[in-house]
């Protein structure tokens, strides 16, 4: 028997197949290979990022601990993340399911700092992740590198990102999910390199945004309107979280390197005292 027809015939269930059933194997193909590249680019930003997170100058023993763990963990999410709440979506069903997930970044937009006492932000983000597998994506908007937090409009209309490495904010059109601008930041006497925006906090009337600037150990003022920088406020190092009191009349900033906390004036935009506190503070919240 000829070789070259016996490796035909063994081919020839491929031809069974039609054009909507190679068209679905090719759309699940894509979509795999999309989810994998998210892995990919996580393995390319952990290195700067854990040197960054440990203080600088961790050794390749550091990196590789911690990098292990942290892939440990998001490979896990992944496979518990859809069994478990696949089971979830199984017993109450998917839409309920979704509007679970819908529910939790609802919290996270507009009501944060509520939220925030109760879990971490990033504990948020993990639990919206493991629901991922039972709802979908509405639209990817492309922003700067490393995008960290984001605080919505009163009015709702637009969302404001920060992007850490980038060292800008983003504005989305929340309607369109269309970027609608960008702000950029430098302080008097740094070097852009230095412009690591995080945190981010608009005022109830929607005229005004404070941002956190990291390692520029600044606190940008912005006209939310004209979106235009109005001041710079002088913090410690490494200036992360960044909380209003119910009045906002003050501005509470965790300086991460600084070990401490800076308490603002916001009228007149200026420091009142730093307060020391734990290790690497990253957040504060207010019990007012």
Do not use: C
């Not at 997170?53 to 963990?73: C, D, I, K, N, W």
């Not at 609802?106 to 629901?131: F, H, K, Q, R």
């Not at 709802?135 to 990102?161: C, H, I, M, N, S």
């Not at 900033?253 to 401490?260: I, Q, R, Y």
Request: charged share 20%; net charge neutral.
């Amino acid at each position: 028997m000829d070789s070259s027809n016996v490796r035909t015939g063994r081919l020839t269930w491929l031809g069974e197949f039609d054009r909507y059933q190679w068209t679905v194997f090719l759309i699940a193909w894509i979509g795999w290979a999309l989810d994998a590249t998210d892995f990919g680019l996580f393995a390319i930003v952990l290195r700067p990022a854990l040197t960054d997170l440990l203080g600088g100058q961790p050794t390749v023993a550091q990196l590789g601990e911690v990098g292990g763990y942290l892939s440990m963990v998001g490979l896990l999410g992944w496979a518990f993340g859809g069994f478990l709440f696949g089971i979830i979506a199984d017993y109450i069903g998917r839409v309920r399911a979704l509007a679970l997930s819908i529910l939790i970044m609802i919290g996270l937009l507009g009501y944060t700092d509520a939220m925030n006492a109760i879990a971490p932000v990033e504990t948020w983000y993990v639990a919206a992740s493991l629901l991922a597998p039972i709802g979908y994506v509405v639209q990817d908007v492309v922003v700067g590198t490393r995008p960290r937090r984001f605080a919505a409009t009163p009015d709702g209309k637009e969302l404001w990102v920060s992007a850490e490495l980038s060292g800008e904010v983003y504005i989305i059109d929340r309607k369109e999910f269309a970027v609608q601008g960008k702000i950029e930041f430098l302080p008097p006497g740094m070097r852009k390199s230095d412009v690591t925006p995080v945190d981010l906090r608009i005022t109830k009337d929607g005229k005004t945004a404070y941002v956190t600037l990291g390692h520029a150990a600044h606190v940008a003022v912005v006209d939310v309107a004209a979106r235009k920088v109005q001041a710079y406020i002088l913090v410690g190092k490494r200036s992360w979280g960044i909380t209003l009191t119910r009045d906002e009349t003050r501005l509470f900033v965790a300086n991460g390197f600084g070990d401490d906390i800076t308490v603002i004036d916001t009228k007149s935009r200026k420091p009142i005292v730093s307060i020391p506190v734990g290790r690497i503070p990253w957040g504060v919240i207010i019990d007012d």
